[in-house]
């Protein structure tokens, strides 16, 4: 059966109607995947409610985490994941790395671990040629069989607009038997982004596929400048409805030209701590991408000696500017802490009203 991309399916038809089937204006080539019922159905339904002490108290320090390392959580369990980006800036390149880290194929993206899964599901909507041309350097030199076997890849519109139909992305993944979806990209998905009924409804059916057990990433894309022509830094800066990031657990945002080697990283919303900021490098002909030249912090409170290194000089390096925002100094205060916190550093009160506290090298193999 054909179903329309605008066609309303029933509830109770959401896993039959017109999945195997492609959008009337698609050239999508059907791909069995069997009558799969929702992995997680069974077991989800009647643990609904949760008693409130075993909600609130039974909560770990960090959480489970897909992409990260201790509290440095780019992607946290049953939290989705956005890449908001320009065109050509290296959001595909980025995930196609994260896929291949969730297959096993890589331990690590940007230096930070990945938990591997069973089976990726990846949704390439958004020019699924040049989403084909970018992976094939990345996985042009793994096993075809254990690409058939663990990475499923739907290639152009979705079967339905995943804003009027909410199921259908879990619905989607059940089918492809994924615990791993990749949207590339959210503009592909849902029609009408910028109104908040459409991305409110979109969240809901990122919830659901979370709730499922599904592990979400999304590409997505900003506006093209900030205020002024400034580069744009913050959630306001990413298209659409606030109700797209509201329900991401963390954003991150990558910015430059088109075809840019150099890339600047920008983490904006954190489960836990922010990563970063830092410049990536994208080496075009082999896919893969490295952090350029992090800011070390411990190396600048070590060569700062006995003046060792205050929260402003720290934000200035770490945000390459001598305005500093009261945010970004605060950023900047949280990890200095941290570094404390971990023997790394030791902090010494100011000596006098108005002088800077100051962090030093807390052992000399801490470099």
């Known amino acids: 059966m054909t179903t329309a991309y605008e066609d309303v399916v029933p509830p109770g038809d959401i896993l039959t109607a017109g999945l195997d089937a492609p959008a009337e204006d698609s050239d999508h080539v059907d791909i069995d995947w069997g009558d799969v019922e929702p992995q997680h159905a069974a077991q989800h339904a009647p643990s609904a409610f949760t008693p409130g002490g075993a909600f ?24 989705a994941l956005l890449v908001a980006a320009p065109q050509g800036v290296g959001k595909t390149t980025l995930s196609h790395q994260l896929i291949r880290a969730r297959l096993g194929l890589q331990d690590s993206v940007l230096g930070f671990p990945v938990a591997p899964g069973r089976r990726v599901l990846l949704l390439a909507m958004d020019r699924p040629g040049q989403t084909r041309r970018a992976g094939h350097r990345i996985f042009a030199g793994d096993d075809p069989a254990l690409l058939d076997d663990r990475l499923i890849v739907w290639e152009g519109p979705p079967p339905y607009d995943l804003a009027k139909q909410p ?17 590339d990209s959210v503009k592909d998905a849902a029609l009408g982004l910028a109104e908040d009924a459409v991305g409110a409804a979109y969240n809901r059916a990122r919830q659901k596929a979370l709730a499922e057990g599904v592990q979400v990433l999304e590409n997505h894309h900003v506006i093209k400048r900030g205020p002024n022509g400034a580069k744009p830094n913050t959630l306001a800066d990413v298209y659409g409805s606030t109700w797209i990031t509201s329900g991401a657990g963390s954003v991150v945002m990558l910015w430059g030209e088109a075809g840019d080697p150099i890339v600047s990283f920008r983490h904006l919303k954190q489960p836990v701590n922010e990563v970063g900021p830092f410049d990536l490098i994208h080496d075009h002909e082999a896919g893969t991408t490295s952090v350029k030249d992090a800011v070390d912090l411990l190396g ?9 290194l205050t929260v402003i000089g ?13 945010a970004q100094k605060e950023k900047a ?33 801490a470099v």
């Open 314 to 326: 720290a934000a200035e390096a770490l945000y390459g500017t001598q305005k500093v925002e009261r």
């Open 167 to 183: 199921d259908i992305l879990a619905a989607l993944c059940a089918k492809a038997r994924a615990d791993t979806v990749v949207v």
């Open 333 to 365: 205060r949280r990890k200095l802490d941290g570094m404390v916190k971990t023997g790394k550093l030791t902090r010494k009160a100011p000596l006098a009203s108005g002088d800077p506290a100051r962090y030093y090298l807390a052992r000399a193999d």
């Open 56 to 79: 609130f108290h039974k909560v770990p320090d960090i959480p489970p985490t897909v992409w990260g390392a201790g509290s440095d959580v780019l992607w946290a369990e049953g939290e």
């Open 300 to 308: 600048l409170a070590r060569m700062g000696g006995v003046h060792g």
